[in-house]
């Protein structure tokens, strides 16, 4: 079984700039949480999705946003691009059904940002 | 105050050597206690998880919690090279389907052979 995978596997862009990044979830899992790591962090919390609708959000300005898609994929957007938005941008995918009060998040490789 | 603090390193030990790697927790309420170990360029992955107190134990790794400190660690036994990462403690905010991980800052680890 695949794992989780993310596109594309480093981005360069400049300040101003809006970014799309793309997450597909293992096959039968339909939740994906996103999660930016700076370098020398610990991943912090953006989003979550779950069948499409957004069950969690972190604090993040608006300048990010997310969705979901029938496939259970999803895209991150950042629009606006700040020199603080260079980071790993990390996609976790889980079942969100599993029995038991734990769902364990299964990560990609993320998506390296470097803005200029 | 954070949720989760923990120690960042760097840490460096010989091959063999036992490891000890920490993190503090804000929350009584919190239940689930997550290690994750993240190789360079890749993403983090479940090492292991404890549920409430006690220890838990898998191979050459403990995982310990005590709730009375808000207290989390992992051991690890016989170090080798191959377990160099960064580690990453984490703990699960909110209800199933609508969950979060809330990580620390991560410890590098580099075993030297």
């Known amino acids: 079984d695949a794992g989780v995978t993310q596109s594309p596997t480093h981005l360069i862009k400049t300040r101003g700039q809006h970014v799309t990044l793309r997450c597909s979830p293992i096959s039968g899992h339909k939740s994906v949480s996103w999660y930016q790591q700076v370098l020398g962090q610990g991943p912090q919390f953006i989003f979550q999705y779950y069948e499409k609708e957004e069950r969690g959000r972190g604090n993040f300005p608006d300048r990010f946003s997310a969705r979901q898609f029938p496939n259970y994929s999803s895209e991150l957007n950042v629009n606006a691009l700040l020199l603080g938005d260079s980071a790993l941008y990390l996609c976790?995918?889980?079942?969100?059904?599993?029995?038991?009060?734990?769902?364990?998040?299964?990560f990609g490789p993320g998506t390296r940002l470097t803005v200029l | 105050q954070k949720e989760v603090e923990q120690d960042p390193g760097p840490l460096s030990v010989p091959e063999g050597a036992i490891v000890s790697l920490n993190c503090t927790y804000s929350?009584?309420?919190?239940?689930?206690f997550m290690w994750y170990r993240q190789y360079s360029r890749k993403g983090p992955e479940l090492l292991m998880y404890?549920?409430?107190?006690g220890n838990k134990e898998d191979g050459r790794f403990t995982a310990q919690v005590d709730k009375s400190s808000k207290y989390i660690s992992l051991f690890i036994r016989d170090s080798q090279p191959s377990d160099s990462a960064t580690y990453l403690c984490?703990?699960?905010?909110?209800?199933?389907?609508?969950?979060?991980?809330?990580f620390g800052q991560g410890t590098r680890l580099t075993i030297n052979p």
């Open positions: 984490a703990i699960i905010m909110g209800v199933q389907g609508a969950q979060k991980l809330v």
């Open positions: 404890t549920y409430s107190s």
């Open positions: 976790a995918s889980t079942r969100a059904q599993a029995s038991g009060p734990y769902n364990e998040q299964f």
């Open positions: 929350n009584s309420a919190f239940q689930y």
